[in-house]
């Protein structure tokens, strides 16, 4: 399985942007999927995550209410909805896929991985 992350930018404080994540094999709609992120000098974190059915999502803290994930099977792409955004959020973000039956906040439960996809959030 390979991973595309694309949709990062520049952006204002309190304004959107929309991640895509490609994936290329068919077996996309089996693997749980998630995004995480990555700011200077801190560690990788978990930001949100969904099932192969979409019928369970999870959201870290600090993103929940402002993003929204979702994925389409049928168009191989998971989806980082970010809206409110502050300099907080800035960071490079990964997409992630994994075998695991729900979703998980660990990093190291994810098989692939995206190439990351850096936001900026300006003050």
């Known amino acids: 399985v390979q991973l595309q992350a694309s949709g990062g930018g520049l952006v204002q404080a309190g304004g959107s942007l929309r991640l895509s994540c490609a994936a290329s094999?068919?077996?996309?709609?089996?693997?749980?999927m998630a995004w995480f992120r990555q700011a200077p000098g801190k560690e990788r974190e978990f930001v949100a995550g969904i099932t192969w059915s979409s019928t369970s999502t999870y959201y870290a803290d600090s993103v929940k209410g402002r993003f929204t994930i979702s994925r389409d099977n049928a168009k191989n792409t998971l989806y980082l909805q970010m809206n409110s955004l502050t300099p907080e959020d800035t960071a490079v973000y990964y997409c992630?896929?994994?075998?695991?039956?729900?979703?998980?906040?660990?990093?190291?439960?994810?098989?692939?991985w995206g190439q990351g996809t850096l936001v900026t959030v300006s003050s």
């Open positions: 992630a896929a994994g075998r695991t039956i729900g979703v998980t906040t660990s990093a190291t439960q994810y098989d692939y």
């Open positions: 094999a068919r077996t996309r709609s089996f693997y749980t």
